[in-house]
C-alpha cells in the first residue's frame, strides 16, 4: 500500500497543496520561508495558508472527473456496474470489463477511486493537523476551515466505505516512520463512525447555510449526513429504525430550512449562472483555462459530430431499455430539454439531425459544445453536480415512510419530484408502506441518474430497478437486459486494487470473490 501512502508523506502532499491550492502567490512573497527547504512546519503558518490547504484538498475532489486509460474517465465506474449506462467505443478494456461484470484488482478505474479518495483525505489530514496551530488566525476563519477539512474527509470515506467495505482509516498525517505507513484494514462500522463524527463536527463549525463559491455549506454538511444515515440504515450495517429516523430529520433540517428549491426548469441544470445554489447543494468546481470539466468529450455521442470538440468519445451512454423506463410524458426525457437528447446541432450549431439514440443531456455544457447558431467554445466551465435537492427530498420520503409507512410530509417531497417532471402523483391514501417504498425508489433511479448514486442505491438495498417489470429484482442474480451480465454476492463491493495488495499484506485478504 505504499504507493498509496506516499500521498500521506507530508513533503509530497504540501507539493500538491502548493501547486493545485490558492495563495500560492502570497505564500511566495514570505521572505521568512526559504523555498528550497519546505515543509508543513515552514508552511502552516499565516491564515493564507490554511485556505490555500483547505483549497487543495477542494481540488482533489476532482479526481471523480480524471482519466481512466484510453477514451473514458474515473466517473463511469459506477455508472457502468448500474446496467443503466454503456459505451459505443470499445478501446478501454477496464471500461469493457466494468459493464460485463468481469472486471478485478487490476482495474484502471479501481485504482484511480481508491487513490483519488485518500489523495483528498491526506490533505484534510494536514489540514485538521496544521491549521489549529496558525497563530495568529481569527478563529471563525480557522473553525470554517476545519469544518470544510471534516466535510470533504467524510465525502472520501464515505465513497471508500461503500466501495471497498473495511477501508484503512487514517485520520493524521503519514512519513515515513508513521505506524499507518502499511496500515491493516478498519472494520466498516468503525468508518462509518469516524464519517459521522466528522460531519457533526462540521455542524458546529459556522458554515452558512449555502455557499455560491462552491465551498462545503451547512446545507452541504446536513445532506451528505442524512445520506450516510439512510445507507447506514439499510445494507450492509442494518442500523434499522432508528437510522431511517436520524436520515428523515436530518433531511428534513435541509427542506425545513427553505434554503434550497427545485429549479423550475431543467434547463438550469446546464447554467454556469445557477451553479452552487438553489438546488444545487455541492458541486465539483470547473473553471475554463484553470481546471476544465473533461466530460463533454467523452459523454458525446461516438463521432456523430454534434459538437465543437474534435474529439466525440461516446464513452458512456444510456442503455434504450433505460430510456424507454420513463413514463410517457416524463419531462425529463423531453429532447434538449431533460435528462436526455436524441436529437441535436451538425458540428454543434448547424441543422438539427436525428442521433437515433438517445445520450445523456443532464451533463451537457451548451456553452462548450454550442447550440442553434451559436459556434462552442470547446472548452467548459460546468460543474459536475455531485449533491442536489433532489436527493435530500427522495431521501426524506424514504427514510420517513420506512419509519411508519408514507405521511403527508413524505408524500409531498416525492410530489414535488414528480410535478417538476409533469407527471400525477397518486393520492397519499392509495399507497401503504411497500408502494410507496417502491414508488421512491423509482424516482431516485430516473430522478438521479448517472449522478454516481444508483450504484450505492443498489447496494444499500441489494435491490436492483428492473426496466421490464418496473419492479424491482434481488442484487444477486439480476441479469443487465442490455448485455446479459449478472450481478453475483462477489459485486457487492468492488476489489482492492492488486497493486495495494501487493505493497502492502497488511490489507490482505482482498474482498470476497477477487482471491
Not at 456496474?81 to 459505451?87: I, P, R
Not at 444515515?229 to 430550512?257: C, F, H, R, W
Not at 447554467?271 to 470547473?286: A, D, G, H, K, P
Request: net charge negative; proline share 4%; charged share 20%.
Amino acid at each position: 500500500m505504499q504507493s498509496i501512502l506516499k500521498k500521506y508523506i507530508s513533503k509530497l502532499a504540501l507539493l500538491v497543496l502548493l501547486i493545485q491550492g490558492t495563495g500560492c502567490s502570497k505564500w511566495l512573497e514570505d521572505k521568512d520561508v526559504d523555498p528550497s527547504n519546505l515543509s508543513p512546519d515552514t508552511y502552516y503558518t499565516v491564515p493564507a495558508h490554511a485556505d490555500a490547504a483547505i483549497a487543495a484538498a477542494y481540488a482533489q475532489t476532482r479526481f471523480i472527473n480524471g482519466g481512466a486509460g484510453i477514451f473514458a474517465n474515473n466517473f463511469s465506474m459506477v455508472e457502468m456496474v448500474t446496467g443503466t449506462a454503456k459505451t459505443e467505443t470499445g478501446q478501454n478494456t477496464d471500461l469493457n470489463n466494468l459493464i460485463g461484470l468481469s472486471y478485478n484488482g487490476d482495474n484502471v478505474f479501481v485504482n484511480n477511486w481508491w487513490n483519488g479518495a485518500y489523495s483528498v483525505i491526506a490533505q484534510t489530514n494536514l489540514v485538521l493537523e496544521k491549521v489549529p496551530n496558525i497563530n495568529p488566525m481569527d478563529e471563525a476563519q480557522k473553525k470554517r476551515v476545519l469544518g470544510e477539512a471534516r466535510f470533504l474527509r467524510a465525502w472520501s470515506y464515505f465513497y471508500l466505505v461503500r466501495l471497498f467495505g473495511d477501508v484503512p482509516l487514517i485520520t493524521k498525517p503519514v512519513d515515513a516512520t508513521s505506524p499507518d505507513l502499511l496500515p491493516g484494514r478498519t472494520a466498516k462500522e468503525t468508518v462509518y463512525k469516524q464519517i459521522v463524527d466528522d460531519l457533526v463536527e462540521a455542524e458546529g463549525a459556522g458554515l452558512s447555510w449555502t455557499d455560491a463559491t462552491g465551498r462545503a455549506s451547512m446545507g452541504a454538511v446536513k445532506s451528505l449526513l442524512a445520506e450516510v444515515y439512510l445507507t447506514m440504515a439499510g445494507q450492509p450495517l442494518n442500523k434499522g429504525a432508528a437510522y431511517y429516523k436520524l436520515a428523515a430529520d436530518k433531511a428534513n433540517e435541509v427542506i425545513a430550512s427553505n434554503q434550497f428549491s427545485l429549479f423550475t426548469n431543467y434547463m438550469d441544470l446546464h447554467s454556469i449562472s445557477m451553479e452552487n445554489r438553489t438546488e444545487q447543494i455541492f458541486e465539483l468546481q470547473y473553471l475554463s483555462g484553470v481546471a476544465d470539466n473533461p466530460n463533454q468529450g467523452i459523454l458525446l455521442p461516438n463521432f456523430k459530430d454534434v459538437s465543437a470538440y474534435g474529439t466525440e468519445i461516446g464513452s458512456t451512454v444510456p442503455t434504450l431499455q433505460f430510456y424507454n423506463s420513463f413514463e410517457a410524458g416524463d419531462k425529463r426525457t423531453v429532447d434538449r430539454q431533460g435528462f436526455f437528447y436524441t436529437s441535436y446541432y451538425d458540428g454543434g450549431n448547424g441543422a438539427l439531425k436525428n442521433l437515433s439514440a438517445p445520450y445523456i443531456f443532464k451533463h451537457f455544457d451548451i456553452i462548450a459544445n454550442g447550440t442553434a447558431g451559436v459556434k462552442g467554445t470547446a472548452t467548459s466551465s460546468l460543474n459536475w453536480m455531485n449533491m442536489r435537492y433532489a436527493q435530500v427530498l427522495l431521501t426524506f420520503a424514504e427514510a420517513q415512510n420506512e419509519v411508519g409507512g408514507p405521511t403527508q410530509g413524505a408524500w409531498d417531497a416525492l410530489n414535488a419530484i414528480r410535478s417538476r417532471a409533469g407527471l400525477t402523483t397518486p393520492a397519499l391514501g392509495t399507497f401503504n408502506q411497500a408502494s410507496f417504498r417502491e414508488a421512491v425508489w423509482r424516482e431516485r433511479w430516473h430522478e438521479l441518474c448517472y449522478e454516481q448514486i444508483t450504484w450505492f442505491d443498489m447496494v444499500r438495498l441489494r435491490k436492483v430497478y428492473n426496466e421490464a417489470t418496473n419492479a424491482f429484482d434481488n442484487f444477486v442474480g439480476h441479469k443487465f437486459p442490455d448485455n446479459g451480465a449478472t450481478l453475483q454476492e462477489k459485486h457487492l463491493l468492488f476489489p482492492l486494487p492488486t497493486a495495494e495488495m501487493q505493497n502492502n499484506p497488511n490489507l490482505k485478504p482482498n474482498n470476497p470473490g477477487y482471491n
